[in-house]
Structure formats: structure tokens, C-alpha cells
């Protein structure tokens, strides 16, 4: 009786639905241990889509992209070009495949050392001692002895793993020879069974009975599609006559000329006590089943409906989004936290490998977002923006080196791939630090500069700056196909010293304050925004307006030094024609390229407005 009370208390019952007694339909339901075999694995991954794709997807899209080195440039080419020649992306690649397929796989870093059994010392591989990296399976890789010692690197991990060769042969390898790929998680090792020791399981141990309903689910609506149409003839005195050979060959020559003849012509002859009627089945509702077993399936995969089965978003305002962040997060989390620190060995062997030793060395795995070009041209004006800002001067000083900033830039934009061919382009060019003149070239130009000065102008000082009213401008290069330009669209008296203005300060400022240009040449690019526009007294300037994030920077970096501007606004432009009578209506902006030379300082002159120019 005492027990009796005891199941009342620990459970809900109810006699009368039967919830909680023995008839209870749930208490039916419990879970056992899952027992695949590696012939019903590589059964279910040749012979079914939805395993192949739940092995293979993470696992590609962990590699595809695969990782930025940080670095100087000819350190990241050097470890690169090791990759390449190992074939390290593709290895890391298989390893995960098989390591999810089977629940374990491995790849062996071959140092070419003499006995395999011993640790590997990383500080005794050399320039080129990486020899070669072999995937292996835990079909191939047997487990010995498991290290118990709690202080031991190798804790809860085999001392030993044995490589069963030709001909029966063994070979001892030390565990840290190898980069581990364990596929799930095995819940404790006390439960695995002897194959799988100190491996994981395959990710199909989970997913197979959703993947099977799935499978099934489309198997029988594919068998459905038979039967989708079915004709019904009713004939009098069928049954009785059943059994009568005679009547069975004569009902069945019948009724095979009825369908050569209604296939035809599209007409069915059919006696006058005979009956005919059609049955259509209906397929309305299948698609939404079938789509429902295959969430199931993404969600025991933890892969998005989307990658999985390679659709769109379904749905009002869907777009997946969401959905792929979250698993690319995932996939970003298995990088840093599966693949990372079992590839930090062969990460180790592969720099040395390379020739570099350098500590400050490191890399990030590369986003798995595409970009648009439109999102790739925000992230390099902004980084370009942050740049500017870190060269920058506070009370006359550098944030950070001029040339620090600018090869970390270029390291980033060679990275980003923003701009093709900028790896070449420094090769031929340069770095900026390999052409910024030397203190003595410095000290030499500011003398002669003030030899050439009048007397009465000469500096006793480089740095003795009177303040003076600032004009600053860029003088178009490539004035030539502007000009062949203005005359097509009918211009007539065309500015003959074609240029930008950036500063016009009436306040007089100390020049070597303001800084200098990020480039000494600029291009603006064909295309983009152009307009044609009149400015002054009855729009007696004629400019073309123009943009240019490196114009307008400088103008803000100009003003915010303390230059006045007398305008609501700076809008780049380039006066094409002063007076004259054109309708700039009529006139089709000029979209090629435009080609500006170093900026210009000069003291603004009151009366400029005497002569053709702005």
C-alpha cells in the first residue's frame, strides 16, 4: 500500500483517460540506444541525399572561406604558398567529412621523423620540414591505452593510437602527431562501444530516423503520382462471369482496344449498360507534409531550411536572414572552438615550415557572409575614413606613423580584395615609407626653398609659419578630353586653368598646420553622380559638380583646423565657363574619368573675380 501511495505522489494519474496506469499510450514511448553500424553509415551517405548534404554542408562551409593570416605581406605569402603545396584547406576539408560521417577521422602531420611513437616536437621542424598530411578514419586508427593521469596534456585521450598497415603491420603514432576531428560529441566514454572508443559519433546517429520519415514521406507521395488518375468502368455481370477464361480474355481485349482508341482520338466507345467515370487524387496538402518532415529534419541537422534544400525563403517578408546569421554563428563557433585548437599543432609546423617564427603572428577565420559591392565600397570608405583619422595630428603630433597606418591598410585592402591588383601596384611603386623623403632630404629642400625667397621673406626657422589667408586646389591633368567635351555640348569660352577648390579661408591660418593630402595625385573614377549647375549672381559660373570622399575629407580636415568658409556647404565642382548664354538643361554631364594633380596652396587674391577664373 505504502508503494502504491508512493506512485500517487510521484506522478500524475488519471484512471478514467487511462494517463499515467499501464494503458497509458505515452508510457509506451521511451528511448533506446542508437546502434549504427559503419555499413548502415556509408549505406545511408551513397544512398540518400539528405545524409550526404547534413555530412558534408557544415563541414564545407567551415573550409570554404577558410582564414585571413595576420601578418606582413611576405610572411602571409610564405605561409600561403605552404598551404597550397600541403593542400592544407582540402585535408582539414576530408578530415571534417569523414569525422562527421564516421564519428572520428584524423589527419597525420608527416614530419619525417624517425620513430612516430614519440611526441612531436614542434621547435625541431625547420623551412620545409612538413613533409606531408594523410587523412586517416578511426577505421584505420585504433585506440590504445587511455591516459588517466589528471596532469597529463593527454587526459581521457588514448597514449597511444595504433595505424593498422598492409600485411597485418602496426604502427605506434603519439596522439599530438595528429589533428582530431571527433564528429558529435560522445556523451560519456564508459558508454561508447569498443569501435567507437575515445571517438565521437557520427552526426547521422540523430538525424537518421527524421531523415528516414523524410525519405519515406517522399517515396510514398512519388508512388502516389501512379495512381493520381484512375478510371472506373462498371460492367454488368462482371463478378458473376469471373473465372470463365473465355470471358477474362474477351473483357480484357475489350477494354485494351478502349484505351488504344481513346489514347488516339481522346474518345472512349463504351456499350450502352456499361458505365465510366474518372478519379483524380489530390495532391494539395502532400507539399506542406513533406516540407514539415523536412524541418524536422533542418532542425535535427541544425542547418537552415534554406542551405539544406537550397530554396528561397518562403513566406510573407522572408528572407532568411536571421535564420543564416544564426548559422553561420554556428559555424563560426565550431571554427573557433572544434577546429582552432585541434589545428593548433599542425598551425605551429606549418609557420616553421614556412620560415616564420615570428609570435605576433596569427589569423581569423574569414567571414562566411558574401558582400555586395555596394557593402564592400561602404567597409573600404570606412576604412580608408579610420585611416585618415589615425594619421591625424593632435597639438602637431601623429596618432600612429603615417607609415604604420598605411601598411596595415594595404595589408587590409589585399585581404578585402577591394582593390585589384594593389599587391602589384606596391611592388612596383612602393610603400610609402620607401618613398618618404629622409630627415637630411627634408632639412636640404627647406633650405634651398628659402634661398629662393625674396630677402625680406626668408625664414630663420622650418617651422616659423605667419598665418596668412588660405586658397587650396587641385588643377585638373587630364584637361585635354574635359575640354573636347565642352565644346561638343556647346561651351564656348572655357576656363583655361580647369580645377577643384577645396579651402578658400578669408582667416588667416598657419599653412603647415593643415596638414597634407593622403595622395598627391588623385583620380575619380568614370561614372557616379554628375550634375551641371550655375553658380553666382543669374548662375553666371557654369560647373560641373562632381564627388570625391578624398575632396571632401580634406576640406573638413581644412575648416576643422580652423580655415573659415563663407558657403552653407562644400560641394566639389570644376567651373567650366564663366558668363555666356547655355541651357545647362540641355547639357550632358561629363562621365569620364577626371585625373587631379597636388594640392596647391596660395593666398586668396580680393580681386580674383577680375579675370576668367573662379
Not at 24 to 42: C, G, H, N, R, V
Not at 54 to 80: M, N
Not at 196 to 210: F, I, K, Q, R, Y
Request: glycine share 8%; net charge negative.
Amino acid at each position: 500500500m505504502g508503494n502504491v501511495v508512493s506512485m500517487l505522489r510521484d506522478g500524475l494519474m488519471s484512471l478514467a483517460s487511462r494517463m499515467g496506469t499501464d494503458r497509458d499510450k505515452a508510457a509506451t514511448t521511451f528511448y533506446a540506444q542508437p546502434l549504427l553500424s559503419d555499413e548502415q553509415i556509408i549505406a545511408a551517405y551513397r544512398g540518400s541525399w539528405l545524409p550526404r548534404k547534413i555530412v558534408d554542408i557544415p563541414a564545407l562551409d567551415s573550409c570554404r572561406k577558410w582564414r585571413d593570416w595576420q601578418a606582413k605581406k611576405p610572411q602571409i605569402e610564405a605561409i600561403e604558398d605552404e598551404e597550397t603545396r600541403l593542400n592544407v584547406k582540402g585535408k582539414i576539408l576530408e578530415a571534417s567529412k569523414k569525422g562527421r560521417l564516421f564519428g572520428g577521422a584524423a589527419v597525420y602531420i608527416g614530419t619525417g621523423d624517425a620513430n612516430p611513437a614519440e611526441a612531436l616536437d614542434v621547435e625541431r621542424v625547420g623551412k620545409g620540414g612538413l613533409k606531408y598530411l594523410t587523412v586517416m578514419t578511426r577505421r584505420q586508427l585504433t585506440a590504445g591505452e587511455i591516459d588517466r593521469d589528471p596532469a597529463s596534456d593527454w587526459y581521457g585521450r588514448p597514449k597511444l593510437y595504433k595505424l593498422s598497415g598492409a600485411n597485418g603491420m602496426q604502427m605506434d603514432i603519439h596522439p599530438s602527431r595528429l589533428v582530431i576531428f571527433n564528429g558529435a560529441m560522445s556523451p560519456d566514454e564508459d558508454f561508447n562501444q569498443a569501435v567507437n572508443l575515445s571517438w565521437g559519433e557520427s552526426v547521422l546517429t540523430s538525424t537518421l530516423d527524421a531523415i528516414k520519415n523524410a525519405d519515406s514521406t517522399a517515396g510514398n507521395i512519388a508512388s502516389l503520382i501512379f495512381e493520381a488518375k484512375i478510371d472506373i468502368i462498371k460492367v454488368p455481370q462482371f463478378s458473376a462471369n469471373i473465372g470463365n477464361q473465355a470471358y477474362e480474355d474477351a473483357v480484357l481485349r475489350r477494354y485494351t482496344l478502349a484505351n488504344t482508341i481513346k489514347g488516339i482520338n481522346g474518345t472512349l466507345i463504351l456499350d450502352s449498360e456499361e458505365e465510366y467515370e474518372s478519379k483524380n487524387a489530390s495532391f494539395a496538402a502532400l507539399t506542406d507534409i513533406l516540407m514539415a518532415f523536412m524541418q524536422i529534419v533542418s532542425g535535427a541537422a541544425d542547418i537552415p531550411v534554406t542551405r539544406l534544400l537550397g530554396q528561397s525563403p518562403a513566406g510573407m517578408n522572408a528572407t532568411g536572414t536571421s535564420d543564416m546569421k544564426n548559422y553561420h554563428d554556428r559555424i563560426q563557433s565550431m571554427q573557433e572552438l572544434e577546429m582552432q585548437p585541434a589545428m593548433m599543432r599542425l598551425d605551429e609546423c606549418l609557420e616553421r615550415s614556412a620560415g616564420v617564427t615570428d609570435p605576433d603572428v596569427y589569423y581569423q577565420w574569414a567571414p562566411l557572409e558574401q558582400m555586395s559591392e555596394k557593402e564592400r565600397a561602404e567597409i573600404f570608405k570606412t576604412t580608408a575614413d579610420a585611416a585618415r583619422q589615425l594619421v591625424g595630428s593632435t597639438a602637431g603630433q601623429e596618432i600612429i606613423p603615417r607609415e604604420a597606418v598605411s601598411d596595415a591598410l594595404v595589408n587590409r585592402l589585399v585581404e578585402d580584395g577591394v582593390l585589384p591588383g594593389l599587391d602589384a601596384a606596391i611592388e612596383e611603386y612602393g610603400k610609402l615609407s620607401e618613398q618618404e623623403p629622409s630627415e637630411e632630404e627634408l632639412t636640404a629642400a627647406a633650405a634651398a626653398a628659402n634661398q629662393n625667397r625674396p630677402p625680406a621673406n626668408r625664414r630663420q626657422a622650418a617651422n616659423d609659419s605667419a598665418p596668412r589667408t588660405l586658397y587650396v586646389r587641385r588643377d585638373v591633368i587630364n584637361r585635354v578630353e574635359i575640354v573636347q567635351w565642352a565644346k561638343e555640348q556647346g561651351f564656348t569660352n572655357i576656363v583655361p586653368d580647369l580645377h577643384v577648390t577645396i579651402a578658400y579661408s578669408r582667416t588667416p591660418v598657419d599653412w603647415f598646420a593643415m596638414g597634407e593630402s593622403w595622395a598627391s595625385r588623385l583620380e575619380i573614377g568614370a561614372g557616379g553622380p554628375r550634375q551641371m549647375e550655375g553658380f553666382g549672381a543669374d548662375g553666371k559660373y557654369k560647373a560641373l559638380l562632381i564627388t570625391a570622399v578624398e575632396l571632401i575629407w580634406r576640406h573638413r580636415e581644412i575648416v576643422e583646423k580652423g580655415a573659415s568658409w563663407e558657403w552653407p556647404e562644400y560641394q566639389p565642382h570644376i567651373t567650366i565657363q564663366v558668363g555666356g548664354d547655355i541651357d545647362l538643361s540641355k547639357v550632358e554631364p561629363y562621365q569620364g574619368r577626371i585625373i587631379l594633380g597636388p594640392e596647391i596652396f596660395k593666398e586668396i587674391k580680393e580681386d580674383w573675380q577680375k579675370g576668367i577664373n573662379e
